[in-house]
């Protein structure tokens, strides 16, 4: 259920982001295994999507994250989503994962990822992932990268994110 | 039929080195069938390992690139360290921490010396300080095994076993099977996963620019 939320929102993009400057404090996160959110990979549509994996223990993680932040705020008026895949321990979610988004208004969405066999799901995300986080994954309808890497700044993630973008 | 296929490709790359011994990688990971590149390392003991010199003495070595920071690499710390109590006369844990202590203190020296006497590590726990052990293995997260035989040849690459979060969970004990083929004179089948994990911490990025 949480999930059918999170992917409506997430394609209608009804996102508290756009309908209201101020933040609202979240109190759940949806979570999910891969089977259940393997589409969001593969939409045929007009929009671009950029679907970064990350932990809030992963520190190039973090560092990174306002760079995802901005890219979802510049490009909030265009057919663009930014989705973040958290791939933190089930049991720090009410610890760690809703006080780290709250505290860092995490306006693009959040999805845990709770699907320990990752060698069953690493090669349908990108045969190129080794595995390890940070990993992003920038696609539209006509073309796809995959970028096993941290980005070190707004500009080098928004030079990879560019070309897609009309 | 498909998956019949599926399955004997899979045994033909896991056995294509018996044909074919391919040499060491230049890029990329070292994969099965590659023979691993020698290394001398300081152990948090102050000695330094080289592999060649224990080359002999046992069946093979698992190597593993891990740290002291990566939560993935701390939950199978205990699994290490019961992996070398049962193979370790055979095939001993060899673990190399690749993270430059500079991006984490916590991957010092005197850190991995602490979290090795702390957890008391029953095997070598090594430092890759100049960072060039680690890239010519091919390692990109922590943890992440190469299962060698006694010819330093990779027999199998990738995760421990498939349940990180919990032991109690897992279901396919990937290095584990793997070393128990290779006792019975079997091929590692899979002989290559994958695993979610920590990249290796690097300032070389940072120098370059």
């Given at each position: 259920m949480p999930l059918l939320w999170l992917t409506m929102l997430w394609l209608v993009g009804c996102n508290q982001a756009q309908s209201s400057q101020e933040w609202k404090d979240v109190e759940s996160v949806p979570q999910s295994d891969f089977a259940a959110l393997e589409h969001l990979f593969h939409k045929s549509n007009d929009t671009t999507y950029v679907i970064n994996f990350w932990a809030t223990w992963c520190k190039p993680c973090?560092?990174?994250?306002?760079?995802?932040?901005?890219?979802?705020?510049?490009?909030?008026?265009?057919?663009?989503?930014?989705?973040?895949?958290?791939?933190?321990?089930?049991?720090?979610?009410?610890?760690?994962?809703?006080?780290?988004?709250?505290?860092?208004?995490?306006?693009?969405?959040?999805?845990?990822l709770d699907d320990p066999a990752a060698n069953s799901w690493i090669d349908k995300v990108d045969p190129r992932w080794s595995g390890a986080i940070p990993a992003t994954v920038v696609y539209n309808k006509d073309k796809r990268g995959f970028h096993e890497q941290s980005f070190e700044d707004f500009e080098s993630l928004h030079l990879i994110v560019k070309p897609y973008i009309n | 039929?498909?998956?019949?296929?599926?399955?004997?490709?899979?045994?033909?790359?896991?056995?294509?080195?018996?044909?074919?011994?391919?040499?060491?990688?230049?890029?990329?990971?070292l994969e099965v069938g590659d023979i691993a590149p020698n290394f001398s390392l300081v152990n948090i003991d102050g000695s330094t390992f080289t592999l060649s010199e224990q080359r002999g003495q046992v069946e093979g070595f698992i190597i593993t690139f891990t740290c002291n920071t990566c939560p993935y690499a701390q939950m199978y710390e205990d699994r290490l360290i019961a992996l070398h109590h049962k193979y370790g006369n055979r095939y001993p844990v060899i673990a190399i921490n690749p993270n430059d202590p500079l991006v984490n203190s916590g991957d010092?020296?005197?850190?991995?010396?602490?979290?090795?006497?702390?957890?008391?590590?029953?095997?070598?726990?090594?430092?890759?300080?100049?960072?060039?052990?680690?890239?010519?293995?091919?390692?990109?997260?922590?943890?992440?095994?190469?299962?060698?035989?006694?010819?330093?040849?990779?027999r199998y690459t990738g995760a421990i076993d498939d349940n990180a979060q919990d032991a109690f969970g897992v279901q396919k004990n990937y290095l584990e099977n793997a070393l128990n083929a290779l006792i019975d004179g079997q091929e590692p089948n899979p002989c290559f996963t994958k695993a979610v994990g920590c990249s290796i911490k690097t300032q070389l990025r940072l120098a370059k620019k």
């Open positions: 973090v560092a990174e994250l306002p760079y995802f932040v901005q890219l979802h705020e510049k490009y909030k008026n265009k057919k663009f989503k930014v989705l973040l895949i958290s791939l933190d321990f089930v049991k720090q979610i009410d610890k760690k994962l809703i006080p780290f988004i709250n505290k860092h208004q995490l306006e693009p969405p959040v999805i845990l | 039929m498909k998956q019949l296929f599926g399955l004997f490709l899979i045994l033909a790359l896991c056995m294509s080195f018996v044909i074919h011994p391919s040499p060491t990688r230049k890029g990329g990971s010092s020296f005197a850190a991995m010396q602490q979290r090795a006497h702390q957890k008391g590590f029953p095997y070598p726990y090594l430092i890759d300080k100049a960072q060039e052990v680690y890239p010519q293995y091919g390692a990109t997260r922590t943890p992440h095994v190469f299962l060698l035989d006694k010819d330093l040849v990779v």
